[in-house]
């Protein structure tokens, strides 16, 4: 797959992940303007995760059944585009959550799009692909809170999800003119088929371990972002929605600092990276932690998480895909039912803990989150490797993690090669 085709992939997702969340940069006025308490604007957020957990068990696995994936994709980003337009003109708090939720459902374009460019893809450059595509998923996040905050500012919250729309109608069409059918490389199956086959994913210890994983690290990554804006907005620093949205770089920087965790993943270094990366994110939260006295260390802070964040989430989707070709749609949409739910967790829980104990307790939960993750990574580590009944579709341990990650490289690209 050509460079352009791999940015064009990852502007559909970043597009559709910001329609999710765009909000956290802006929940105090958008709270206000809806009569939302701040006590309760990290509801905001969670409503369209909620959404996005729904549209994950029952929308991604459409992209095992359908022959061609990129009308899927087109679909998607449509009414995605349909859910930012009813935000945008709701006149109460009920009309915004639907449309937000209706978004926030369709927003799972973002898997269907990250198992067509693993389908596409040579198996070794699957790893690179998945993180240039994931990359779009990141600067959607960050990358968007300057962009929506800045417009916020100019011409309320409102704008930013009319701009978002449009944004997604034009990739919509974009979609079915500039990529390519993914032609015979895999047989559909059916819906049905593939419910039970997500369904059949959960009694997996490689997937349940990669997806708790994810829930933990999500929870940690939502306590962040969703309380920031609350915490920046109010004493000592009183900053205004673009200010706040200048943060967001700073997280797009230590994310796209992470770009190469693709190509550690292609080596066969994904497991042994994630460790490492989840210890830095504990480690990030100290930093974070000052945020009441040093907006310096706030950004070191964020440039760590993120880069921490990113690198374990495409480790996580390249072992995933390797270990099951024969479905990426439901294996990724299975384990982004964790992200989901650990995403809601950490905006719903920030939030509340942030308007009664102060952003101190917030950084300690965040912690805490990225505590149980690297707690998760490393019982399984220390677990014995798979054996050989297992079969193909299953791997148990990490060293079952990497050398099937292994074994999917041609032998000169293998961490073993001799020259």
């Known amino acids: 797959m050509d460079v352009w085709r791999r940015l064009l992939l990852a502007t559909v997702c970043g597009v559709a992940v910001a329609s999710i969340y765009s909000a956290q940069t802006v929940l105090p006025p958008m709270g206000d303007s809806l009569g939302v308490s701040a006590e309760h604007a990290g509801w905001i957020v969670s409503t369209g995760q909620f959404g996005y957990l729904v549209g994950l068990v029952l929308l991604v696995p459409l992209g095992d059944v359908v022959a061609d994936r990129r009308r899927l994709i087109a679909v998607h980003m449509t009414v995605t585009a349909a859910g930012l337009f009813v935000t945008a003109a709701a006149p109460a708090a009920w009309t915004a959550f639907a449309g937000l939720a209706l978004a926030g459902m369709f927003a799972v374009v973002v898997q269907t799009t990250v198992a067509y460019a693993a389908t596409v893809s040579p198996p070794a450059e699957r790893g690179r692909t998945i993180g240039v595509v994931t990359s779009g998923v990141v600067v959607g996040i960050l990358g968007a809170r300057f962009v929506t905050g800045v417009l916020a500012q100019a011409w309320g919250w409102r704008s930013m999800y009319v701009v978002l729309g449009a944004l997604a109608l034009v990739l919509a069409a974009l979609v079915l ?86 190509r550690w993943a292609d080596a066969g270094r994904a497991v042994r990276v994630s460790g490492l990366a989840l210890a830095l994110l504990i480690v990030s939260w100290t930093a974070t932690a000052q945020l009441s006295w040093s907006l310096w260390l706030l950004a070191v802070g964020i440039v760590a998480l993120d880069f921490a964040v990113q690198v374990v989430h495409v480790s996580n989707q390249h072992v995933l895909t390797t270990a099951h070709p024969e479905r990426t749609s439901s294996v990724i949409g299975g384990h982004m039912v964790f992200y989901s739910l650990g995403s809601a967790l950490g905006a719903a829980a920030t939030t509340s803990v942030l308007s009664s104990h102060g952003w101190g307790a917030s950084s300690l939960l965040g912690a805490a989150f990225a505590t149980c993750a690297l707690i998760v990574w490393a019982t399984d580590a220390r677990r014995p490797a798979a054996s050989p009944r297992h079969g193909a579709g299953t791997t148990d341990g990490h060293r079952g993690e990497e050398r099937r990650s292994d074994d999917a490289l041609p032998p000169r690209l293998r961490p073993d090669a001799r020259p």
Do not use: K, N
């Open 177 to 262: 003119r500039a990529l390519p059918p993914e032609g015979d490389t895999r047989r559909p199956a059916g819906y049905r088929q593939a419910l039970v086959s997500l369904g059949g994913l959960f009694g997996e210890r490689l997937f349940l371990t990669r997806g708790l994983i994810a829930f933990f690290l999500f929870a940690s990554f939502g306590t962040l972002w969703s309380g920031l804006s609350l915490a920046l907005a109010d004493a000592p620093w009183h900053l205004s929605e673009s200010q706040i949205g200048l943060f967001g770089i700073a997280g797009l920087a230590g994310a796209l600092g992470a770009a190469r965790s693709g």
